[in-house]
């Protein structure tokens, strides 16, 4: 009895030790299930190719809240390239604004009427403490009112094939919520995006400007009020949820919307990109995103499908001196797949046409390294693609020629001709 008490007393201690001494920073050794959630809605993506590894209800219009500031930060991102506006520009803040910035309850660092403020400066607010004011101020900036703004929103969410959105404003409130005139839709209207579409706007935000995670990877803002406010995202180096290589990028908190993050994280090269959509607790947003990231970390890789120089096909050359040639990729085949799935996939060679004759069959000149088509991966039917029209062509890969074939001459082929027509008769008599 006494030894059993002993083992016992040991197993827990051991277990002590491992839960507390030896933590896994939020990240098993094996390998994992598809993740259950508990939100409404949800999408896990190759953050590169754009390659969908899980989804959940992803194409239903929710409330997206504070996350429809990735709209805004792109519009801003893009007037700062085009040279309209700059960082260090003055932005004088009107009555609306100010008003705005004094709401109680609502995410907001306080600006004063009539004082200037820089674009850097309304963009950090907005970016890292998720500042409503902040986002009305350069919404009034770029569009010259609000109200325009607005439709640069729904005309880049369309230029972006965002499909599932609707915008009504910069910052992602409840119209009721704002001091003044809503800027469009209804009293009551907030701003909608599907997961999907969400996913889709953060990849383009993360692909056209990457420089967007300098700032949203920031744990902490000091503004020039000399107030320090947190960022909303507390997965980030030091924050009370943190995971391992989360650098952003956006959560969303309304009573419409509830509880929404779109994160970002990247390990070893590879950077993956999460939509978790009415989650139950604004803490819960980020175990649930933890949930896709470990999912992603632990069970997909970028993977070489096909070495450079593969041998595709030997391909028929009619009219060459050599009747025949290899056809090899020009490069690697690489692509993020599931653990274990690496020796399942098919690929598929799609061969140009205009390289053709009417008998499917190259014809010569060819030179060493022409172009005769593409490899690609052929996945079944059941596969949810990828986020994006192009995302097709990052699992592409060019097949050429292998060697040099010249056309042979006419008396060649003529000799060729009339051998060929020899054998047919041949065999058709015997």
């Not at 803040?93 to 309304?122: A, C, F, M, R």
């Not at 209804?186 to 990849?203: G, H, I, T, V």
């Not at 980020?286 to 990231?293: A, M, P, Q, R």
């Not at 970028?302 to 040639?325: F, W």
Request: a negative charge; aromatic letters at 10%; hydrophobic letters at 40%.
């Amino acid at each position: 009895m006494k030894k059993r008490t002993q083992f016992i007393a040991s197993l827990v201690l051991l277990t002590i030790l491992f839960t507390f001494v030896f933590p896994f920073a939020n990240l098993p050794a094996y390998a994992q299930d598809e993740p259950i959630l508990q939100a409404e809605a949800a999408i896990l993506v190759d953050a590169v190719s754009g390659k969908i590894l899980y989804e959940k209800n992803s194409e239903a219009l929710l409330g997206v809240a504070s996350m429809s500031k990735m709209m805004t930060e792109y519009l801003v991102l893009e007037a700062i390239k085009s040279g309209s506006i700059t960082w260090n520009q003055n932005v004088t803040i009107d009555e609306s604004v100010h008003k705005l910035s004094e709401v109680p309850g609502l995410s907001n660092i306080v600006l004063k009427q009539g004082e200037p403020y820089t674009v850097k400066e309304l963009y950090e607010a907005m970016a890292i403490f998720s500042g409503n004011a902040a986002a009305a101020a350069l919404a009034q900036l770029i569009g010259g009112t609000e109200k325009d703004f607005v439709i640069l929103m729904n005309e880049k969410a369309a230029e972006l094939n965002l499909k599932d959105y609707k915008f009504v404003n910069a910052s992602g409130l409840n119209n009721s919520d704002l001091p003044y005139p809503y800027p469009a839709g209804e009293q009551n209207d907030e701003n909608l995006m599907s997961a999907r579409a969400a996913a889709r706007l953060a990849y383009y935000l993360l692909s056209d400007y990457p420089e967007v995670l300098d700032t949203a990877k920031k744990p902490s803002l000091l503004f020039k009020d000399g107030k320090t406010y947190p960022n909303s995202n507390w997965m980030l180096p030091g924050l009370i949820a943190e995971y391992h290589g989360v650098d952003g990028l956006k959560t969303g908190y309304t009573g419409f919307a509830g509880n929404c993050f779109t994160g970002t994280a990247e390990r070893n090269g590879t950077r993956y990109l999460s939509v978790v959509m009415h989650a139950e607790t604004r803490l819960s947003r980020f175990s649930e995103t933890e949930k896709l990231l470990n999912y992603a970390f632990h069970n997909f890789s970028a993977e070489e499908i096909i070495e450079k120089g593969h041998p595709v096909a030997t391909m028929s050359v009619p009219n060459g001196k050599e009747t025949s040639v290899t056809v090899e990729t020009d490069a690697a085949l690489n692509v993020i797949i599931k653990q274990g799935e690496k020796e399942s996939l098919k690929t598929k060679l799609v061969l140009d046409p205009d390289m053709l004759d009417e008998d499917g069959n190259l014809t010569a000149p060819l030179n060493k390294g022409d172009k005769v088509g593409y490899l690609t991966l052929d996945f079944d039917s059941s596969d949810p693609g990828f986020l994006t029209e192009n995302g097709e062509q990052s699992i592409r890969v060019d097949v050429v020629v292998s060697e040099t074939v010249e056309k042979a001459n006419p008396l060649v082929l003529c000799i060729r001709f009339i051998g060929e027509f020899i054998s047919n008769i041949w065999n058709h008599i015997f």
